[in-house]
């Protein structure tokens, strides 16, 4: 591979919007170039079963779903990389991309697909039992939970969110508030205060989690002073934080506009940023939805808009 190249179409992010983008991309003969990142397939990576993508009745477990979708773009032509994107230039078309081994690739049209990481608080136990009672999308994996008991840490509008889906299929659901309050806007609040199954434990932080065949229970700290705390378990069969995501978007964030957290704005309900021919695909742009099902919708529709850009050109 020569230190140089240029390209008609450069995605850079895999997972349900990259590889999508893929597939529509090597469909209309843009021979696009997919640079994976460092988590290849994306956050689908990290669940077991996914049970809500259409066409998969018994469901599918998250990597062999992202196994399949690199599958089908191969096959349509992909030129499938591995590394990650370091440094962009979007001051003028081509643009220009390099990845972490210094490799620059000027292209026609740039599809960002890269994505956005859940926070986690930052226990070890967290990644011990990811996938075994540890989430961080609700809709994603509350099915699991029907009739059990679960926690949402987090007191923002997005804890309260998940804790009033997880209402409609847990027996109890504890929401895991670090402060005496919530930051979540006044409806939100009345909902969960007003909802049955629901418990706020204010003033408490997690400090683990237990349990031999997955989550069992959580260990807590309730702060009852400014000097006294009380150590307590608390049975549950599942964990979900709720404290926000972080896109990945610091590479474009110098040319690109974003939102405070960092979520690059498109134009309207369409992929099109507000540079021409650059076109943000999956969560990385999506603060509402997440879902792999809307990532791959909006990875098709960058794919479309790429083409047709370069049609017009």
């Given at each position: 591979?020569?230190?140089?190249?240029?390209?008609?179409?450069?995605?850079?992010?895999?997972?349900?919007?990259?590889?999508?983008?893929?597939?529509?991309?090597?469909?209309?003969?843009?021979?696009?170039?997919?640079?994976?990142?460092?988590?290849?397939?994306?956050?689908?990576?990290?669940?077991?079963?996914?049970?809500?993508?259409?066409?998969?009745?018994?469901?599918?477990?998250?990597?062999?779903?992202?196994?399949?979708?690199?599958?089908?773009?191969?096959?349509?032509?992909?030129?499938?990389?591995?590394?990650?994107?370091?440094?962009?230039?979007?001051?003028?078309?081509?643009?220009?991309?390099?990845?972490?081994?210094?490799?620059?690739?000027?292209?026609?049209?740039?599809?960002?697909?890269?994505?956005?990481?859940?926070?986690?608080?930052?226990?070890?136990?967290?990644?011990?039992?990811?996938?075994?009672?540890?989430?961080?999308?609700?809709?994603?994996?509350?099915?699991?939970?029907?009739?059990?008991?679960?926690?949402?840490?987090?007191?923002?509008?997005?804890?309260?969110?998940?804790?009033?889906?997880?209402?409609?299929?847990?027996?109890?659901?504890?929401?895991?508030v670090r402060k005496p309050f919530l930051r979540a806007s006044e409806v939100m609040q009345k909902r969960v205060k007003e909802a049955d199954n629901i418990?706020?434990?204010?003033?408490?932080?997690?400090?683990?989690?237990?349990?031999?065949?997955?989550?069992?229970?959580?260990?807590?700290?309730?702060?009852?002073?400014?000097?006294?705390?009380?150590?307590?378990?608390?049975?549950?069969?599942?964990?979900?934080?709720?404290?926000?995501?972080?896109?990945?978007?610091?590479?474009?964030?110098?040319?690109?506009?974003?939102?405070?957290?960092?979520?690059?704005?498109?134009?309207?309900?369409?992929?099109?940023?507000?540079?021409?021919?650059?076109?943000?695909?999956?969560?990385?742009?999506?603060?509402?939805?997440?879902?792999?099902?809307?990532?791959?919708?909006?990875?098709?529709?960058?794919?479309?808009?790429?083409?047709?850009?370069?049609?017009?050109?």
């Amino acid at each position: 591979m020569t230190n140089k190249e240029h390209v008609r179409c450069l995605i850079v992010g895999s997972g349900p919007a990259g590889y999508t983008a893929a597939i529509y991309a090597s469909r209309a003969n843009l021979n696009p170039v997919e640079y994976c990142g460092l988590q290849v397939g994306g956050q689908l990576t990290q669940t077991t079963i996914v049970e809500n993508f259409p066409g998969y009745s018994e469901g599918v477990d998250g990597n062999q779903m992202m196994s399949d979708l690199r599958t089908q773009a191969e096959r349509f032509g992909a030129d499938l990389r591995d590394g990650v994107i370091v440094k962009a230039d979007l001051s003028k078309a081509p643009y220009i991309l390099t990845t972490d081994e210094g490799h620059e690739i000027e292209t026609d049209t740039l599809i960002i697909a890269t994505g956005a990481s859940a926070k986690y608080l930052g226990l070890a136990d967290e990644e011990k039992y990811k996938g075994e009672g540890v989430s961080a999308c609700a809709t994603c994996d509350g099915f699991f939970y029907r009739k059990k008991t679960v926690a949402v840490v987090g007191g923002g509008d997005t804890a309260c969110e998940e804790a009033l889906y997880l209402a409609g299929l847990a027996k109890k659901v504890y929401l895991i508030v670090r402060k005496p309050f919530l930051r979540a806007s006044e409806v939100m609040q009345k909902r969960v205060k007003e909802a049955d199954n629901i418990e706020i434990l204010f003033e408490h932080n997690t400090i683990g989690l237990y349990g031999n065949n997955g989550v069992e229970g959580a260990h807590l700290v309730k702060r009852k002073g400014k000097a006294d705390e009380e150590r307590y378990d608390l049975p549950i069969d599942g964990f979900f934080l709720a404290i926000g995501h972080k896109p990945n978007s610091d590479v474009f964030k110098e040319w690109l506009d974003t939102d405070e957290t960092g979520y690059i704005k498109t134009i309207g309900s369409s992929p099109c940023t507000r540079i021409p021919g650059v076109f943000a695909a999956g969560d990385v742009a999506d603060p509402n939805y997440r879902q792999a099902i809307t990532a791959a919708a909006s990875g098709c529709k960058a794919a479309i808009e790429a083409d047709r850009y370069l049609r017009m050109a």
